[in-house]
């Protein structure tokens, strides 16, 4: 796990699913000094993972950004290791750039902490309190807030929803949703356009058990 940096802000940003252009058009609402933290999900189901898997990337290197680890990017992960060459990511990655990004993945951390908050993927597994990256109800029911307020993606939702010391950031942008990022410091939520309903159409709304 990591900790946080000594910079005064952070954003959350939630699942982006693929969707560059609205990626691209937050990064330009977002100040270019504060911290940034990909709180997973960040692959598949939108029209250009590739180019969102760089983009971030080039973020991280540069020392701004912290791509938390989701249920995709594991089983991305899997997929790389050879339990599904069916994964159509890893058909477009080709065997070259597949090793590398099996290592960058491999690096990425389940949660990011904070001054009195926590950034992870889903959310935290009540019987041990390690990070989880599936679950939902068990987490939203049993959370006693010994970590603050958790700021968690995975379950998508018309906009950034609040439960008690919870706040859900993942605003369906691959739905034709929004993409949104949170700021646990201010409170402050800033959010673009995603997919156009057009091309959201083409992608049918998972149950949850497939977020």
């Known amino acids: 796990m990591t900790t946080a940096s000594r910079r005064a802000h952070h954003w959350v940003i939630g699942d982006v ?19 940034l933290i990909f709180c997973g999900d960040a692959i598949n189901r939108g029209p250009n993972t590739p180019a969102v898997m760089e983009r971030i990337w080039e973020l991280v290197e540069s020392g701004r950004a912290v791509w938390l680890r989701g249920n995709h990017e594991q089983d991305l992960i899997n997929a790389l290791q050879g339990e599904s060459v069916q994964h159509e990511i890893v058909r477009e990655l080709g065997p070259t750039r597949a090793q590398l990004w099996l290592r960058r993945l491999s690096q990425l951390p389940m949660a990011y902490w904070g001054e009195g908050w926590v950034a992870t993927h889903a959310g935290f597994d009540p019987s041990s309190w390690q990070p989880d990256l599936r679950v939902r109800m068990g987490f939203w029911q049993n959370y006693d807030g010994r970590f603050g307020d958790v700021v968690i993606g995975h379950t998508p939702g018309p906009q950034v929803r609040h439960l008690p010391q919870i706040v859900m950031v993942d605003t369906g942008a691959c739905y034709g949703g929004d993409l949104s990022a949170y ?3 201010t409170r402050t939520v800033i959010s673009v356009p995603g997919l156009q309903p057009s091309s959201a159409d083409n992608l049918r709304t998972p149950s949850l058990s497939r977020c």
């Open 183 to 185: 700021c646990p410091e």
């Open 17 to 35: 699913h693929g969707c560059d252009a609205a990626l691209e058009a937050l990064l330009q609402k977002l100040p270019s000094d504060d911290r």
